[in-house]
């Protein structure tokens, strides 16, 4: 006996329509085509997704056009031809430019933002955002343009739950999504702590290797040492992360005083090498406001206490 054809019914699941076995994924649309918003709309291609883009500049979506991306001529073209709509721009006053004169066009869509700016001002435009009838997803892409799509990458999101559940799967086209919960803000936060520590650390490298220079040593012989002290450093995290939680900072491990000593050796190192003190100088400085403020006795973790409330 023949099988019997069943009717085809639409699904919709997680961002994707199914019909007689064939998959639709969400479209997208991608405003801003630098090298992030390239990568992007290059890696929703490769995964079957149909992408709008524009860009301030048109002829960056020239190749884009040519492997497949649908290119819109004004921003409301942009805007009306999908509902996820990926913002990859410098920061949010970019935003505002662009989206400011078409705030007709934003209600029902959902705008992820992953441009980066202050937890303020993604709260802010959260709130601007509704006002217009959108909603904002605020997101904090971790990895580079060379890395969307690849394995371990990474983006951090914030905003409605139900949004990103929604967007969730097309979202993950990208990267892996760490959802950090509802507060517009906590995204931009998390990602910014990320580029503190990234920024702060790379120039510390660098100082490093200035003061190498200066002594007739070269990157390439300075690097196992790098890379050896930057392996210690997550059981230093652990430690201290355990001191600023529960505010206790016991010297049995460290004394502020020892450490305002290295560093004031560490400055003096680089001051007779005749390389920039300017870094260095910035540590000595808040390793003595903490000794100003009692705590030479305390673990060198108790700079916290400086560093959040520097003005007591």
């Known amino acids: 006996m023949p ?9 919709k699941n997680q961002g994707e329509f199914r ?3 064939r998959i639709s994924k969400q479209s997208v649309t991608v405003i801003g085509l630098g090298p992030m918003g390239q990568a992007m709309v290059n890696t929703f291609l490769e995964n079957g997704h149909e992408v709008t883009v524009w860009n301030r500049t048109a002829s960056k979506a ?13 921003v409301e073209d942009a805007l009306a031809a999908n509902e996820l709509i990926v ?10 430019a662009i989206l400011e004169p078409v705030t007709a066009s934003l209600s029902g869509k959902v705008i992820a933002n992953l441009s980066s700016d202050t937890p303020d001002k993604a709260r802010e435009a959260a709130a601007w955002a509704a006002g217009h009838g959108a909603k904002h997803l605020t997101g904090g892409v971790q ?6 799509g690849k394995p371990g990458s990474s983006t951090y ?12 799967d097309t979202l993950k086209v990208l990267t892996d999504a760490d959802y950090r919960g509802e507060d517009a803000g906590l995204a931009a936060m998390y990602y910014q702590a990320q580029m503190t520590i990234f ?10 290797l200035a003061l190498g220079r200066a002594n007739g040593v070269s990157a390439r012989e300075l690097l196992p040492y790098a890379t050896m002290m930057t392996s210690m450093m997550p059981h230093f995290l652990e430690l201290y992360a355990q001191h600023v939680d529960s505010a206790t900072y016991p010297g049995d491990v460290d004394r502020l005083a020892m450490g305002a000593a290295s560093v004031d050796h560490v400055l003096h190192t680089h001051r007779d090498a005749g390389v920039s003190t300017v870094l260095p100088a910035a540590v000595a400085e808040i390793f003595h406001a903490g000794m100003d403020k009692g705590f030479a006795e305390n673990s060198f973790s108790s ?3 400086v560093l959040k409330n520097p003005s007591a």
């Open 19 to 21: 019909m007689n076995s």
């Open 157 to 168: 999101y914030s905003g409605p739950r139900d949004v990103f559940e929604a967007h969730e």
């Open 3 to 11: 099988e019997r054809r069943r009717r085809a019914q639409p699904v």
């Open 199 to 208: 920024w702060t650390t790379m120039l510390s490298y660098y100082q490093t």
């Open 143 to 148: 990895v580079p343009p060379p890395l969307i």
């Open 62 to 74: 020239e190749a884009l056009v040519a492997k497949g991306a649908t290119p819109a001529h004004t």
């Open 303 to 305: 700079l916290i206490e």
């Open 87 to 96: 913002l990859s721009l410098t920061d949010y006053d970019a935003v505002y």
